[in-house]
């Protein structure tokens, strides 16, 4: 495959839409960022890397630091872990309290907001430290030793978090939390605020795309767990948006609102994009096109 010719192909598309879509301005962290910015990196399991535009800046991982909280719950053996968040698509918003209601306090997926915080919450109960565990995986997989928190990024989050907030607060009163909502939500805020580059996060991604196996060449995850954890991106990894990607894009995909989105084609390569402006539903619009495009050109698409 010639991954610099596809690359090539994905830049020319995505060139037009680079701008499109708003910043996610109700977290003030992200709301200075220029949304004329664009990224776009595929990370091979030979170990090569291939780049477009933007790959060295820094973003905030956001919501796509709730995979790799997955992998290191999902690492530990808990099965338990799937009595307190299920497995299917939510249909409705990320941070929707509604159906969290309806359900006793159960989160539809580990993917979105409520899902996302009972994960860190279960590896803050495991580790001690949640934000601590995730930042050595980190450093590991991306190769960058002084990769972490954006203490900016972070207050933002912790300033307006009001809505997860509510959520955990929801989830506390039927039992599905095990340490205390402040402490457990600290934790999640800070992992949403690690600050990592398009190239980096192609390098991360490699974890799932090798089925589990490490940077180092260790086993952090078994084949299944791996496979659990792409099957999961394609049905949630995008929230309500998930169907459409599924359909477009035909790669398991995660998305974060600071306009990163991270795609894996198993067993082949991980595949990093980045452009500031998120849809209505969180998913980066410029994004979305330059994986489009890369699925349809390198016909990478796993249906």
Same mark, same amino acid.
């Given at each position: ?33 220029? !949304? ?21 800046? !820094? ?21 338990? %872990? ?12 990320? @941070? ?7 359900? @006793?306090?159960?989160?539809?997926? !580990? #993917?979105? @907001? ?6 860190? =919450? ?5 580790? *001690? =430290?949640?934000?601590?565990? $995730?930042?050595? &995986? ?9 990769? =972490? ?19 955990? #607060? $929801? ?33 991360? *991604?490699?974890? %799932? ?33 998930? *169907?459409?990607?599924? #359909?477009?894009?035909? $790669? ?7 306009? *990163? &989105? ?13 452009? !500031? ?27």
């Amino acid at each position: 495959m010639d991954y610099q010719h596809v690359i090539e192909q994905v830049m020319s598309a995505t060139t037009p839409h680079i701008g499109e879509g708003a910043v996610a301005d109700y977290i003030p962290g992200l709301a200075a960022v220029d !949304p004329k910015q664009f990224g776009f990196a595929v990370a091979t399991v030979e170990g090569n890397l291939y780049t477009g535009g933007d790959v060295d800046i !820094p973003f905030a991982i956001e919501s796509i630091s709730k995979a790799f909280a997955l992998a290191l719950v999902l690492a530990r053996k808990d099965a338990d %872990i799937w009595k307190r968040v299920r497995r299917e698509p939510s249909g409705l918003a990320f @941070n929707d309290l509604i159906e969290l209601q309806l359900e @006793n306090g159960i989160p539809r997926n !580990p #993917y979105i @907001n409520p899902g996302a915080i009972v994960i860190a =919450d279960q590896l803050l109960a495991d580790t *001690g =430290d949640a934000v601590a565990a $995730l930042r050595e &995986l980190l450093r590991a997989e991306t190769g960058n030793p002084v990769l =972490d928190v954006d203490s900016v990024i972070a207050e933002s989050e912790l300033r307006t978090g009001d809505r997860n907030r509510a959520t955990a #607060y $929801l989830m506390a009163s039927f039992g599905n939390m095990r340490n205390s909502v402040d402490l457990s939500l600290d934790h999640y805020f800070r992992q949403c605020s690690f600050s990592i580059t398009c190239a980096e996060l192609a390098k991360a *991604g490699l974890l %799932i795309a090798r089925h589990g196996l490490r940077a180092d060449g260790s086993r952090l995850l078994s084949r299944d767990d791996a496979r659990h954890i792409t099957a999961l991106m394609t049905m949630c990894g995008t929230y309500d948006g998930a *169907g459409e990607f599924a #359909y477009r894009i035909g $790669l398991p995909v995660k998305s974060g609102v600071g306009g *990163g &989105l991270l795609a894996v084609v198993p067993g082949q390569c991980s595949v990093a994009a980045w452009g !500031p402006g998120p849809d209505a539903k969180g998913n980066s619009v410029s994004g979305a096109v330059a994986l489009e495009t890369f699925a349809r050109v390198g016909q990478f698409s796993v249906f």
